[in-house]
């Protein structure tokens, strides 16, 4: 562990001893540095030590830069809550979903999940999967420009809705809740940094959220409907949602909950798998098919695997132990851009220590996964996109837990992380077996928003076959 700046500095909060991350100034604190270049703020409070305090707007938390004390909040989610703005501002979205839902509910709610994600659904899951993204890639034409963004949300939003009913959406519903997804994940994420009465006021910014955020309310009533209406198990997420009991409710508060989940709860999972894991994969595919493209010599490996392996057949579950580049690249991916790794937090519900310091309860612990995807002790050249680093013969010097966190970890560790790795991989192997892609002349390196996706990226496909 590095060493603090305790006793640098005599401005402190919220602990006792606590630094204050330089650069604050009077009334916004760190919010116009943080907000003009929030990525180079976050990758410089790890060179100023372990733990300090920031202020962004109305956020005023307690920064951890440490991967080891990062662990430590991880694996202890009784004393560090699920909470803070950002969870506040999701709440709006998902209510108390899996991800969002306090410690009082995670267990019950992670009994009542866990079956929808067991390894023995994966291969029915896969096979939508694989189908889909072939669906797509066959109608992509050569020469074509695409906005990648754009084309892979709406791969895995159609993915998802495959494998959690069973079904597809018309084509202009599909566009139209892409387009809600959009708006309300920019949105939650603008709105995190802004006081509360500003995100009241109709201004056409919140009005086009508050539409957004109700058509995708709407849309998945309309899916759970449907699935209710014929609860039978068709081997997709939302009939092992629909089927699951707890097991555990002996666990649960005096009073407990009902031992299935309930419509209101039914929605808030749907709505976070739909939205936020969509969203997820769409990311991290965005960023492998850019990295690979301004990597020639890892582009012509991928492409030397994916004929070796598949062997011009279609992309299945099997074939994916043999990818093991491709698994690489999604790897190294998460790492360098992990999706909605600009910063999570958790609220303190009992007088802790962490580390050197006293923590009381009520403070906002805050983390970044990808300011400590970028520390050069834990990761050589962390800038490089290096795949091989994750290598299985180097692996023992790659840390995939305390300082790998794209799925964060301990209880909370994401329920459909295998599910969004395999997703990624396969849909992966399938564009590179059929199609390059390279981004329009002068882009340059695409600008990324606060949700790690790229703002903007136009790539033209070209053939494989007339390469």
């Not at 060179?47 to 440490?66: F, N, R």
């Not at 023992?396 to 329920?415: D, M, Q």
Request: glycine content about 8%.
């Amino acid at each position: 562990m590095r060493n603090s700046l305790a006793g640098k500095r005599t401005t402190t909060y919220p602990g006792e001893g606590i630094p204050v991350a330089p650069g604050a100034l009077p009334v916004v604190g760190h919010a116009v540095r943080a907000l003009r270049d929030p990525r180079g703020f976050l990758r410089s409070l790890p060179t100023h030590g372990d733990v300090m305090s920031i202020s962004v707007g109305p956020l005023k938390a307690v920064m951890v830069c440490d991967p080891e004390l990062t662990s430590q909040i991880l694996l202890n989610d009784r004393v560090y809550d699920k909470g803070g703005l950002l969870f506040d501002q999701a709440k709006q979205v998902f209510g108390d979903g899996l991800v969002t839902c306090p410690h009082s509910m995670h267990r019950r709610e992670r009994r009542l999940v866990q079956p929808a994600f067991h390894r023995n659904r994966l291969s029915g899951y896969a096979q939508v999967m694989t189908e889909g993204t072939s669906l797509m890639t066959g109608k992509w034409r050569h020469g074509q420009i695409l906005d990648m963004p754009a084309e892979m949300l709406g791969l895995t939003m159609h993915n998802m809705l495959q494998a959690m009913l069973g079904g597809t959406l018309p084509p202009q519903d599909l566009r139209r809740l892409v387009g809600d997804a959009i708006e309300v994940q920019h949105a939650t994420y603008r709105q995190m940094f802004l006081p509360a009465v500003l995100n009241r006021i109709p201004t056409p910014g919140n009005r086009r959220y508050q539409r957004a955020l109700a058509g995708l309310h709407n849309t998945v009533t309309d899916i759970i409907a449907k699935a209710q209406a014929n609860p039978e198990d068709h081997g997709d997420l939302l009939s092992a949602l629909l089927a699951s009991r707890d097991t555990g409710a002996s666990e649960c508060p005096v009073g407990g909950q009902s031992e299935r989940l309930s419509s209101a709860e039914l929605r808030n999972e749907v709505l976070t798998f739909l939205v936020a894991g969509s969203e997820t994969t769409a990311i991290a595919l965005s960023w492998a098919l850019y990295l690979i493209a301004r990597h020639p010599d890892i582009e012509r490996r991928l492409w030397a695997e994916v004929d070796r392996v598949l062997d011009g057949k279609p992309v299945s579950l099997d074939h994916l132990p043999d990818l093991k580049l491709a698994d690489q690249i999604i790897t190294e991916t998460l790492r360098l851009y992990p999706p909605a790794g600009m910063i999570w937090t958790r609220t303190v519900t009992a007088d802790t220590r962490l580390g050197d310091y006293d923590i009381p309860a009520g403070t906002t612990i805050a983390y970044s996964s990808y300011a400590l995807h970028r520390l050069p002790h834990y990761y050589p050249n962390p800038d490089a996109f290096d795949p091989d680093r994750w290598d299985a013969e180097k692996r023992h010097s790659t840390p995939r837990n305390n300082a790998f966190l794209t799925f964060g970890g301990g209880a909370r560790k994401c329920i459909g992380d295998q599910f969004a790795v395999t997703e990624a991989v396969l849909a992966l192997a399938d564009i590179a077996s059929r199609w390059r892609l390279e981004p329009m002349p002068g882009q340059g390196h695409p600008a990324i928003t606060t949700s790690m996706g790229p703002r903007e990226l136009k790539m033209r496909l070209t053939a494989r076959a007339a390469a």
